[in-house]
């Protein structure tokens, strides 16, 4: 650093990702790309999810691929990825049981699998990590294999969205990128 340097100061420009350190699944950021299931996604949105009662927080990347939207979801170290489904598509009127009872049913069916409750979390969803979270309720269900999974979430008294998906491992994913936004 030169005297003109100190004085003025210096433009540092942006560090580039390590690619050692920085090129991982659990270091995504919005504008990488991905490789999955033969097909290059890019990061197009990112939340933190905390729970009460749970140590560790939730993050979720969104990652679109043409017409294609999923989420990669990394909770307790496990990894799942998921699309979003119509909450009608779930056999049942499980909005309504919920606006009824305050739960949902104990066993869900949708595309013919059945699904039993597994856990349910309330807490705050963080667009982008930072900044004030949005309430929310989860309810997650899985088949007897508890390697699919259906998901309900209810964001106010009567706004709720569904999700269904499965583990993934990390290994699966490959050449990750910094991309554009």
């Known amino acids: 650093m030169g005297l003109r340097d100190r004085l003025f100061g210096s433009k540092t420009p942006e560090a580039a990702p390590d690619p050692l350190a920085d090129l991982v699944l659990e270091k995504l950021k919005v504008g ?29 990347w969104e990652l679109t691929a043409a017409d294609q939207q999923r989420y990669l979801e990394l909770a307790d170290g496990a990894w799942s990825l998921s699309r979003k489904i119509a909450i009608g598509d779930i056999s049942g009127d ?24 597994d856990a349910s979390y309330s807490g705050q969803m963080v667009a ?16 007897g294999s508890e390697s699919t999974f259906v998901g309900v979430e209810q964001w106010s008294e009567t706004k709720f969205s569904a999700a269904a998906g ?16």
């Open 128 to 143: 982008n990590g930072t900044g004030p979270g949005t309430d929310v309720i989860r309810w997650e269900f899985v088949d």
């Open 32 to 60: 990488y790309l991905v490789d999955y299931d033969m097909l290059t996604w890019q990061v197009t949105a990112y939340a933190r999810y905390t729970f009460s009662g749970k140590d560790d927080s939730v993050e979720e």
């Open 94 to 117: 499980v909005r309504q049981h919920i606006l009824d009872h305050e739960d949902p049913p104990e066993r869900v069916v949708f595309e013919d699998t059945e699904f039993r409750l």
């Open 166 to 181: 499965f583990v993934v491992e990390d290994y699966q994913f490959s050449h990750i990128l910094p991309g554009q936004v």
